[in-house]
């Protein structure tokens, strides 16, 4: 039996992170949405943060319309960013947590301990009939509490696995394997690159990776297409194989 295709989705955060450097208006992330896809990747990634470190208001706004694949938005779940994303209508929010001081998002969503705060977005934004995941360290009870506040997909944080591979795949192997039985579509991400990948792009049940960092730094030396497709093609690598081995 063929491996199933596994998704990539280019998060794009980090070409706005060089734009607002300057505060200017390049490099311009919409102009990467159709490299990316041409590349081969399956969807688009922005995280739209309170303090607009990186992708703007109107950058969203702009992805809604460029997009062509798929448009996952990330969002915290604060009345403020679901209420845009209701107005752009992304096909998938995915709810992360955040903080100001982070530099990057560094755990999944304490989605037990804020959960009024988790499901009223959630129900917000299912009203508006917006496919909604929850981005989540890969632990049973948080998988088990995704399930219970009704969305369709989890993504499986993999920022242990990529400081630690031996330590961090078998977490990511069974929250990707018990979110299957319990009727979630599964994705990860955080910290993947092309060189380090390929246990996590092994496990069957995970549908899709998210990736940015490492392909906009790679970028700078191969162009943005040739990033891509490198991550791509270990994606594909690696599925095919199906071997898990950290080694």
Known sequence: MAARHLRLYVNIDHIATLRQARRGTEPDPIEAVAICETAGADGITAHLREDRRHIQDADVQALATSVRTFFNLETACVDEMVSIA?????QQVTLVPEK???ITTEGGLDVTGHRPEVAQAIQRLRAEHIRVSLFIDPSRDAVTASRDLGVEAIELHTGRFAHDPLRGIDNLISAARFGVELGLAVHAGHGLTA???RPVAAIEEIEELNIGHSIISRAIYCGLHDSVREVRAAMDAARAT????TG
Do not use: D, H, K, Y
């Open 86 to 90: 209701i107005r752009v209508r992304p």
């Open 242 to 245: 199906g071997e898990i081995s």
């Open 100 to 102: 100001r001081e982070e």
């Open 195 to 197: 060189r380090n990948l």
